[in-house]
Structures are given as C-alpha cells and as structure tokens.
C-alpha cells in the first residue's frame, strides 16, 4: 500500500510571488509568539541533522545559527550532525527505525511523505503556537509542510530548480540570448560544442537516482507527457514520454551531454567553465561563491532562465524545491526543539544565510529585507517558480524507489542497453509492480 501525498506543493510557488510583493511587519523577532519558550534547569543537549551545514557555502550554520543559539540556551545546546545530502534521508530512516533519539532535521520537500508515514515527527501546532505559525507564513507554505491536516514540518526556504547558463560561454560560442525553445536550445548546445569542445554543453544528470528523476520529469513535462494520469495510472511510456527520452539520447549522442554527471558534478564544472547549462536549485548561487566568484561576477558567469519550450507559446515546466525543519517524536526535549526551529527563522539569521547560500527565507517579514527585494538573481527563480510543481513521485512513500527505477531506465536507454520505448516501457511496469 502506498499513502498518496496531496497537491498543496503547487501552492508554494504562488507563495513564492508574495516573497518579492511583500507584507509589513516587526522585525527580527519571530520567536515572540511561539510556545517552545520554556526554559530548562536541567542540562539536555539536542541534536541537529542537517545535510547543508556539511556543504561548502554552509558553515554559517554552525558558525552563526547554531552558536548564537548555544550562547544564548546553555542547558539546551545543540550539536549538528551532517551527512552528504544523498545519505540523509537514509540516515534518517535508519535511525528512527533503530529507535535511535533524534531532535531536529532539515529535511527536502519530497522527504516529508516517507518520514510522516513513519509516524516519526512532531505535529508542531502541539509545540508551537498556530497563531504564530499563520502570522508568520503563508498559507501556502505552511501546506507544504502538512499531510492529512498535521503540521509536521516548517519551510526553511522554497524556490525551484531552474535551468542555469554562463553568458560568458554562450557569447563565446556565438549565442546572443538565453534559448526560449527547444530548437533554440538544441542551436545553441551544438555552438557550444563545436565553437568549445572542451566544454560540456549541457550538464544535464545522468548519475544520482533522484537527480536524474529531477532533470527527466521537468523534461518529460515539457514533451508533454507524465510519470502518471490523473487517476494514478503509469504513462511514462507514452508517445510523449519516449519522445522526451529519444531526444535526451540524441543529445548524448551529439556529445551535448555526458554520462557520470551528477548535481554536485555539474556545479562544479560549471565553477571551472566547463559547463554551458545545467539544472540546479536557487542554492547554487552560493556554490559558486564559495569556489571564488564574487556576487558582482554572477551576471556574467551564472543567470537563471526559463526551461525552453517545446513550441513558442507553450508554458516553461519546472520542479518545485523546498527545505523544511521537522521535530522528532524522539526528540529528548520536543518543545525546546521547536523553539530550536523558530530561532534558525529569525529575520537576522534568515538574511545572513540568504547572503552565504542563496536561500531566500520565507517568514512575512524577513522577505521585506531590500537585499531579498532588488536581487535580480532571486527574482529569476521566483518567476521560474510561478510554473513549478512538486515532482510527481513525491507523492509516493516509494519515492525513493521509484526515482531509482527512473534512473536506471533512464541510463539504459542513453547508453544504448535498451530502446527508449523498452527503457520507459519497463520503468512503467516496475513503477506499477512498486505500487501494487
């Protein structure tokens, strides 16, 4: 049996338009309202998962978020524990299987099924306060972070993963404009490659079970077709599905794009200019920061765009990327976790972690910073994000599975093992054979 999460994601990216527009309201201190005030006269020392605080434009997470805490909560200190983001959420699992205590976690979006179906966490109205969860997100966020009416989660940011190029590379290769279409893009790839050959066109995923899933459905979107119909029936293998993958193969094939490359990968040849394209989330600004690119480099080293189309006309398809904060049922002290949470969403240290990561926070009041206003940059993704939806195995407790079925098919038909009709045929029927 499998639980089927609902459709609240596609909000989010309503939500996001509000993040530019703007509310009013008082400052940095988000806490106020919250009930996880408590004090504790007994030292507990809490625990912190988080993948990010492990990444290169991340050390503001201890550096700052959780030594500013710390300082200010003695008897409750919490020490971080991080784990490459491809292991966290089995790490996750693991240990709340093991009944092993846990405290708090940043978790991804499609990471909030598999983990409430464990009836693992928290429901935060029981720890916060809903008057103050409501005053300080929208409503669409907050979804986000609901199934079957319990708040589990809080979002730490929300945007989407977009398509990214390097202006310098395309006006060397002769490309005066970001491609809007499939042609356009497919033109452009092949300057790339025969005016830079050592420059991979497009660095597309084509290693990492969930990063391949990532890359194909927003393309697979974009072809027209979909993992499932609206009744829940597999259609990956329908004409618009084979045409989506026929076409990827006929970019690895031209050389545009190579296989072993993962999101991790790709950033990084993307930092050294060896990439003209790739997909990443709006933290990939911060990647590239942190390698020893200034802010003012970015116009010419790295801008969002839309994903092309395939005919003008046609609506650009994206996948909604989110981080919530969860709390344990584990948890050695659930209120003080919760309250944990409500510190790392105070408007000084949203802002600060804005400006090391690229996150952009999503409290009402953190977001009327200028910094988060006028940021060119930031605006790219939120418009990327007014067309973005959740992927759509993320509705599954399988999701995991069913990314990794995706991923192997996927690389069996690019490297010629399978025809793209048998590679998404077979992914239908173990999709289906997973769900049964």
Request: with cysteine; glycine share 4%.
């Amino acid at each position: 049996m499998f639980k089927k999460r609902t459709k609240h994601l596609l909000l989010a990216a309503v939500m996001m338009t509000s993040l530019i527009a703007g509310c009013s309201s008082n400052g940095n201190n988000n806490d106020s309202n919250g009930k996880g005030s408590q004090s504790t006269d007994k030292k507990t020392e809490l625990t912190f998962v988080s993948w990010s605080s492990e990444e290169s434009s991340g050390q503001i997470i201890k550096d700052l978020m959780v030594k500013s805490w710390n300082d200010e909560n003695q008897n409750a200190p919490v020490n971080v524990i991080g784990y490459p983001w491809k292991d966290t959420l089995q790490q996750l699992i693991i240990k709340t299987t093991s009944k092993e205590k846990l405290d708090i976690a940043q978790i991804q979006s499609s990471w909030l099924i598999p983990l409430a179906d464990q009836d693992v966490l928290v429901d935060l109205n029981t720890v916060l306060d809903p008057a103050w969860m409501k005053s300080t997100f929208s409503e669409a966020a907050l979804k986000g972070g609901q199934v079957d009416g319990h708040q589990y989660a809080l979002p730490w940011t929300i945007a989407a993963i977009a398509p990214l190029y390097n202006p310098e590379l395309l006006e060397k290769a002769g490309v005066d404009k970001a491609p809007t279409t499939i042609a356009e893009f497919e033109d452009a790839l092949k300057k790339v490659k025969e005016s830079i050959p050592d420059v991979v066109p497009y660095a597309i995923s084509t290693e990492s079970a969930s990063n391949i899933s990532q890359d194909f459905q927003a393309w697979l979107w974009t072809f027209g077709g979909h993992v499932f119909d609206e009744n829940g029936n597999v259609i990956i293998n329908n004409e618009n599905g084979v045409k989506a993958l026929q076409w990827l193969k006929d970019l690895k094939d031209k050389d545009y794009i190579q296989m072993g490359v993962n999101r991790a990968a790709a950033r990084d040849l993307f930092g050294l200019n060896q990439a003209a394209f790739y997909d990443d989330s709006i933290v990939a600004r911060g990647f590239q920061v942190s390698k020893g690119f200034t802010m003012e480099d970015m116009p010419s080293h790295m801008v969002p765009m839309q994903r092309p189309v395939l005919k003008e006309g046609d609506t650009p398809r994206s996948i909604l990327w989110g981080h919530y904060l969860v709390v344990f049922k584990s948890s050695k002290a659930p209120d003080k976790s919760a309250e944990f949470i409500q510190h790392l969403l105070k408007d000084d240290l949203s802002i600060a972690y804005f400006k090391s990561a690229s996150v952009p926070p999503v409290t009402s009041t953190a977001k009327e910073d200028p910094i988060i206003k006028n940021d060119s940059y930031v605006n790219a993704y939120l418009d990327v994000a007014q067309n973005s939806d959740p992927l759509e195995t993320e509705n599954f407790t399988q999701v995991s599975a069913l990314d990794n079925i995706i991923s192997e098919e996927f690389q069996a038909a690019l490297l010629d093992a399978k025809s793209p009709q048998k590679a998404l045929d077979d992914a239908a029927a173990r999709i289906a054979d997973t769900l049964k």
